[in-house]
């Protein structure tokens, strides 16, 4: 083989290095703006608790996982009003501080300790959730619901 042609072919294998460094490079840029451009995930959600109050209220416990910390989570209240043929949320409180229960606990066996209702108006409600197996239950959180509104009680 000549001289000329194994040049030639050493350029020809540099360009194509070349071509496929650049491309890579390329490629992980355009990865890193696109992660950084994306809007960030919902939070993981379980419902943990549901009541229906006659045929006015339903009201809901819902466990949502802390975006910051894989092991917290917040426990979202909401109350849903029945209008027409469907369900529509009137309101919502969290259920003591944000990111301030245990994700597991709360949405394994056992996680609601007390969670009352009553269809009367205004409807009381009570919720004791678990905070962790060795420390049991928390303190109760009552809650007032009148004219679909959630007021501390």
């Known amino acids: 083989m000549s001289l000329a042609r194994i040049r030639a072919r050493r350029a020809l294998a540099a360009a194509a290095l070349l071509t496929l460094a650049t491309a890579t490079l390329g490629a992980a840029d355009a990865d890193v703006s696109t992660a950084s451009a994306a809007p960030a995930a919902a939070p993981q959600t379980r419902l943990i608790a549901s009541s229906v109050l006659g045929s006015d209220y339903k009201v809901t416990l819902t466990a949502l996982r802390s975006t910051d910390d894989e092991y917290a989570a917040s426990v979202r209240l909401q109350v849903y009003t029945h209008t027409g043929a469907a369900w529509k949320e009137s309101d919502r409180v969290t259920v003591g501080d944000v990111d301030g229960w245990f994700w597991y ?49």
């Open 105 to 153: 606990p709360l949405t394994g066996s056992g996680a609601v300790c007390r969670f009352s209702t009553s269809a009367a108006e205004p409807a009381p409600i009570a919720v004791s959730l678990l905070l962790t197996p060795s420390l049991g239950c928390s303190e109760p959180a009552h809650y007032v619901v009148e004219h679909g509104k959630v007021h501390t009680g």
